[in-house]
């Protein structure tokens, strides 16, 4: 039902601009190719922020920082009863989509589906949006490079999120 | 700051890779990663286009003044920055709500027009984001999504029985993150401005 309703929304919205177009006469074919004229330019003026983000993060991930890190935190972690297993995915889902998603489909098969663990995770993972990737396409496309605030309203609303994500959880699922 | 963040994943990732003896996985996503990057901005050219497209008509045809007019109460709370009426809002609308009903791919290139809409309004230094558009992102990085459909997708792939019942504690965790990233970004705005340069302040 869900999926059937965003996937009819689309071909409704665009038959909708269509004869409101048409309405008020605008061409509209010729409207939408030169409109359209402007997506190349703007997919490739996103491609070098896009390569320093995603380099930055690819390198950062296969270093295994991120396991190391859940190491360390693993005992602090367990003493505020949290589980270790979240951690690697509560770094990841600010940097990378897939590596979220990959992440949250490995610890989904290691605990099964039906496990808080793995509820939580997809609260974590549902709840928010790839922060360092939205950060440098949006800039990016603008030719924006001194982000200001954006960064640290965007790390707090995600550490924010990830502890909010843990007692929403704890509450539902435990 | 996004300069430090960067050097620090770099640095950071060749120190640990050469105490972990990964350094040949560190290399190798160098190039995986660049590759990527450009095969993520390639693919977004069809689509992109495509909405950008639609996007014209619903601006010549005076639909998105229409909806700008409709809902400038609504988005001049959230950014007071823009003058009332002004396409922008729509544009930010559009984006708002594609992304809250998921369709990402759709959210992306209004996104965009939003921001070179926010780009005509940023005052002299056109490097520098402008207050509008931090607070734009932070709505953008929290990610609002009314049903994560992600997340509930693998769920049904490994059987769960009952997937669905992440959706309501996912909008209590995505609504909240949002209102406290909106509240941090409005008080750092309020405490550090934009800087205006000389020749404005004079003008």
Redesign the interface.
């Given at each position: 039902m869900i999926s059937f309703i965003s996937v009819a929304f689309i071909p409704l919205l665009i038959c909708f601009f269509l004869i409101y177009g048409t309405c008020k006469r605008v061409p509209v074919y010729e409207t939408f190719t030169q409109g359209a004229k402007e997506g190349f330019e703007i997919s490739v003026r996103i491609i070098p922020y896009l390569v320093a983000m995603m380099v930055a993060v690819g390198m950062f991930r296969a270093s295994g920082a991120i396991d190391l890190l859940a190491k360390w935190a693993n005992p602090f972690l367990t003493w505020l009863g949290i589980p270790a297993d979240l951690l690697p995915l509560a770094i990841v889902r600010s940097l990378s989509g897939s590596g979220a998603r990959g992440i949250f489909a490995e610890i989904a098969a290691t605990h099964g589906a039906d496990n808080p663990i793995t509820k939580t995770a997809a609260v974590m993972l549902g709840s928010s949006e790839t922060t360092f990737y939205v950060l440098s396409v949006y800039f990016g496309s603008v030719g924006i490079t001194k982000f200001r605030h954006a960064v640290s309203a965007g790390i707090i609303a995600d550490l924010a999120g990830i502890i909010i994500a843990l007692i929403v959880s704890k509450i539902a699922f435990y | 700051?996004?300069n430090y963040?960067?050097l620090f994943?770099?640095l950071?990732?060749?120190v640990?890779?050469f105490f972990?003896n990964?350094i040949q996985?560190?290399f190798?996503?160098?190039l995986?990663?660049?590759e990527?990057?450009?095969s993520?901005?390639?693919g977004?050219?069809?689509?992109?286009?495509?909405?950008?497209?639609?996007?014209?008509?619903?601006?010549?045809?005076?639909?998105m003044n229409l909806i700008a007019r409709i809902l400038s109460p609504l988005i001049h709370l959230l950014f007071p920055e823009i003058p009332k009426n002004n396409p922008v809002q729509a544009d930010i609308t559009m984006n708002i709500s594609a992304?809250a009903?998921?369709?990402g791919n759709?959210a992306?290139?209004f996104?965009?027009k939003a921001?070179?809409g926010?780009?005509k309004l940023n005052t002299h230094?056109?490097?520098?984001?402008s207050d509008a558009?931090?607070t734009?992102?932070?709505i953008?990085?929290?990610?609002v999504?009314l049903?994560?459909?992600?997340?509930?997708a693998?769920?049904a792939s490994?059987?769960?029985?009952?997937?669905t019942?992440?959706i309501?504690?996912?909008i209590?965790?995505?609504l909240?993150?949002?209102i406290?990233?909106?509240i941090?970004?409005k008080g750092?705005?309020k405490i550090?401005p934009?800087k205006v340069s000389r020749e404005e302040k004079i003008q």
């Open positions: - | 700051m996004i963040i960067w994943f770099i950071s990732s060749v640990i890779a972990n990964t996985d560190v190798h996503a160098i995986s990663s660049c990527q990057a450009v993520i901005s390639i977004l050219i069809g689509i992109m286009a495509f909405w950008l497209g639609l996007m014209k008509i619903a601006h010549a045809s005076g639909l992304n009903l998921g369709l759709a992306t290139p996104g965009i921001m070179e926010l780009q230094d056109k490097k520098t984001a558009m931090c734009f992102l932070t953008n990085t929290a990610g999504q049903i994560p459909v992600t997340a509930i693998i769920l490994l059987n769960a029985d009952n997937p019942d992440i309501i504690p996912t209590i965790t995505t909240s993150a949002l406290i990233g909106i941090f970004v750092l705005i550090f934009k």
